[in-house]
């Protein structure tokens, strides 16, 4: 067994190639987004948004939860890949198929006709997702997240320009498409070309009914929160209009890519991690109290000074016309804040092989939150993002509870954790929403802004000798050693 010294360095490297890879990605598609937003239109972004919405539910299938399923096995066999890999293609060929025949009664629905060619075109997506679960499952369970990088960052690359090319050539919400589907094609040959596995020419149901077993619970669970998460877009894009709909999408595209980012990061990287001390708790809830506090000094602020800096930001990344997606920007970012938090505890959870739990979880949470929307549905669309900015908080609660049994890590704990970092980031929220009174330029306003969020933060740390702070600065010098050290040996 290896020491934890040595798990501690793989951890850290994977999680450093991972936040490359997010990073990478996120950075790139986010200036992509940003270039396309001055040349489509919010109409634009209220059909693809209605579409996602429909993918990413038929997407829910076709991942059944296998992938994670064969990370988390500890004696995975290669009759389990390939199982896998042939029955994941004939779930996104049927899932295709269902999308093609309901397409024209979505199209009714929402009344777009548009939406019929779209969402037929746009489903093709499935098979290629399909194409790369396995494929993502090894490179995962092997923590070789550099190649996810190479893989990742190309194509979102090549996919941005042909995006931008088809954009200003005037294909309006094609742009969109053809962009997402040559990003699947491409990530689907970079993976093929890199992971060295190949499908061998067998199947056994009983493999793929043991992995199920536990997949089975994390599909139903990614179905209901796939449901509940783009519910919002449903009712926006059939209660009100295509333009607001879009000025919700870009409202949380922002918040969206600096979370899944860290988010996407920690929970790639400390799923395998977390299961590799499924049996040892102590360590395991050691690793947890690390994810939480650590992405919470990071998120916090993060989305707090994104909160308060949005309309400056709004104005000189997408013009004025995007102006009306503030608000959705800034409600984005309390619900957002505490995704990192979700996540440590879920994939805890999963670690120790309890997807049950994990379920269980969803059920509750899910029903509070519909329960939270109808409510607030009549009121408005302001009201129902506030409404969910406080279920996500009750949320983060509900994921915090069975932890404490399962690891000896209690609610109450979890927010002594977190509590420094969040009260600073409001502070901080305070402090840079105080600059709009010096009525300066757009420019002027947005720099200063970032400036004083963040010199207050990082002093009020440095002066209050925050753990979590004091451990970055060590782990980020430790890095710094060991990588002078390795070319002095060189």
Same mark, same amino acid.
């Given at each position: 067994m290896?020491?934890?010294?040595?798990?501690?360095?793989?951890?850290?490297k994977n999680l450093v190639?991972?936040?490359?890879?997010?990073?990478?990605?996120q950075?790139?598609q986010?200036v992509?987004?940003i270039?396309?937003?001055?040349i489509?239109?919010p109409?634009d972004?209220?059909v693809t948004g209605?579409?996602t919405?429909f993918i990413?539910?038929?997407?829910?299938?076709?991942q059944?939860?296998?992938g @994670?399923a064969?990370i988390?096995?500890?004696?995975?066999?290669?009759e389990?890949? @390939?199982?896998?890999?042939? #029955?994941n293609i004939?779930?996104? #060929?049927?899932m295709?198929?269902?999308?093609f025949?309901?397409?024209?009664?979505i199209?009714?629905f929402y009344?777009m006709e548009?939406l019929?060619?779209?969402?037929?075109v746009?489903?093709?997506?499935?098979?290629f &997702?399909?194409?790369?679960?396995?494929?993502n499952?090894v490179?995962?369970?092997?923590?070789?997240f550099?190649?996810l990088?190479y893989?990742?960052?190309?194509?979102?690359t090549?996919?941005?320009?042909f995006?931008i090319?088809f954009?200003y050539?005037?294909? /309006?919400?094609?742009?969109?498409?053809?962009? *997402?589907l040559?990003?699947?094609l491409v990530? @689907?040959?970079?993976?093929w070309?890199i992971v060295k596995?190949?499908?061998?020419?067998v199947f056994?149901?009983e493999?793929?009914?043991?992995l199920?077993?536990f997949?089975?619970?994390l599909l139903c669970?990614?179905l209901?929160?796939?449901?509940y998460?783009n519910?919002?877009? %449903?009712i926006i894009?059939?209660?009100?209009?295509q333009?607001?709909l /879009?000025?919700?999408?870009?409202?949380y595209?922002i918040?969206?890519? %600096?979370v899944n980012?860290i &988010?996407? @990061?920690?929970?790639?990287?400390?799923?395998?991690?977390?299961?590799?001390? *499924?049996?040892?708790r $102590?360590?395991l809830?050691q690793?947890v109290?690390?994810?939480?506090v650590?992405s919470?000094?990071l998120?916090?602020?993060?989305?707090?000074?994104?909160?308060? +800096?949005?309309?400056p930001?709004?104005v000189?990344?997408?013009?004025d016309k995007w102006l009306p997606?503030?608000?959705?920007?800034?409600?984005?970012c309390?619900i957002?804040?505490f995704w990192p938090?979700?996540t440590?505890n879920?994939?805890a959870i &999963?670690a120790?092989g309890?997807s049950?739990?994990f379920l269980? #979880?969803?059920?509750?949470?899910?029903a509070i939150n519909i329960?939270?929307?109808?409510?607030?549905?009549p009121?408005g669309i302001?009201p129902?993002?506030?409404?969910s900015c406080?279920?996500?908080v009750?949320?983060a609660?509900i994921n915090?509870? $069975?932890?404490?049994?399962?690891?000896n890590y209690?609610?109450?704990?979890?927010v002594k954790?977190? %509590?420094p970092?969040l009260?600073?980031?409001l502070?901080? +929220?305070?402090?840079c929403?105080?600059?709009?009174?010096?009525?300066?330029?757009?420019?002027?306003?947005l720099?200063?802004?970032?400036?004083?969020?963040t010199?207050f933060?990082?002093?009020a740390a440095w002066?209050l000798? #925050?753990?979590?702070?004091t451990y970055l600065l060590n782990?980020?010098k430790?890095?710094?050693?060991?990588r002078?050290?390795h070319k002095?040996?060189?």
């Amino acid at each position: 067994m290896e020491n934890n010294q040595i798990i501690k360095g793989k951890i850290i490297k994977n999680l450093v190639w991972k936040f490359l890879e997010r990073g990478g990605v996120q950075g790139v598609q986010f200036v992509i987004q940003i270039v396309l937003a001055r040349i489509l239109t919010p109409s634009d972004y209220g059909v693809t948004g209605i579409i996602t919405v429909f993918i990413a539910i038929a997407n829910v299938f076709v991942q059944s939860g296998f992938g @994670s399923a064969l990370i988390q096995k500890k004696d995975t066999i290669e009759e389990d890949y @390939s199982s896998v890999f042939y #029955l994941n293609i004939l779930i996104s #060929l049927i899932m295709i198929g269902i999308l093609f025949m309901t397409a024209p009664a979505i199209s009714s629905f929402y009344q777009m006709e548009i939406l019929i060619p779209v969402l037929r075109v746009q489903s093709l997506i499935l098979i290629f &997702n399909a194409f790369n679960v396995v494929q993502n499952a090894v490179l995962q369970k092997n923590m070789q997240f550099k190649k996810l990088f190479y893989a990742s960052l190309g194509a979102i690359t090549i996919s941005g320009v042909f995006g931008i090319f088809f954009a200003y050539l005037g294909a /309006g919400v094609w742009a969109l498409v053809f962009q *997402q589907l040559i990003n699947a094609l491409v990530t @689907s040959i970079i993976l093929w070309i890199i992971v060295k596995w190949r499908p061998k020419h067998v199947f056994k149901l009983e493999n793929v009914c043991h992995l199920f077993k536990f997949g089975s619970r994390l599909l139903c669970s990614g179905l209901i929160d796939t449901l509940y998460n783009n519910i919002y877009p %449903l009712i926006i894009g059939k209660a009100y209009s295509q333009e607001n709909l /879009g000025y919700y999408n870009r409202g949380y595209q922002i918040p969206s890519v %600096l979370v899944n980012n860290i &988010n996407g @990061s920690i929970q790639g990287v400390l799923f395998p991690a977390f299961a590799k001390y *499924q049996d040892n708790r $102590p360590r395991l809830k050691q690793l947890v109290r690390r994810s939480i506090v650590t992405s919470s000094f990071l998120v916090f602020p993060m989305m707090a000074g994104l909160a308060a +800096c949005s309309e400056p930001l709004t104005v000189i990344l997408l013009t004025d016309k995007w102006l009306p997606s503030v608000p959705f920007m800034q409600l984005s970012c309390i619900i957002y804040a505490f995704w990192p938090i979700h996540t440590a505890n879920l994939q805890a959870i &999963n670690a120790v092989g309890r997807s049950d739990v994990f379920l269980k #979880l969803e059920i509750i949470k899910k029903a509070i939150n519909i329960g939270a929307l109808f409510i607030t549905v009549p009121m408005g669309i302001y009201p129902m993002l506030i409404g969910s900015c406080c279920t996500s908080v009750l949320g983060a609660a509900i994921n915090a509870w $069975p932890n404490r049994k399962l690891l000896n890590y209690s609610y109450f704990e979890q927010v002594k954790d977190i %509590l420094p970092s969040l009260v600073l980031s409001l502070i901080m +929220c305070a402090l840079c929403f105080l600059v709009f009174l010096l009525h300066l330029g757009t420019w002027a306003t947005l720099i200063i802004q970032i400036i004083t969020g963040t010199v207050f933060y990082i002093t009020a740390a440095w002066l209050l000798k #925050l753990e979590c702070f004091t451990y970055l600065l060590n782990t980020i010098k430790s890095g710094l050693s060991s990588r002078k050290e390795h070319k002095h040996a060189t």
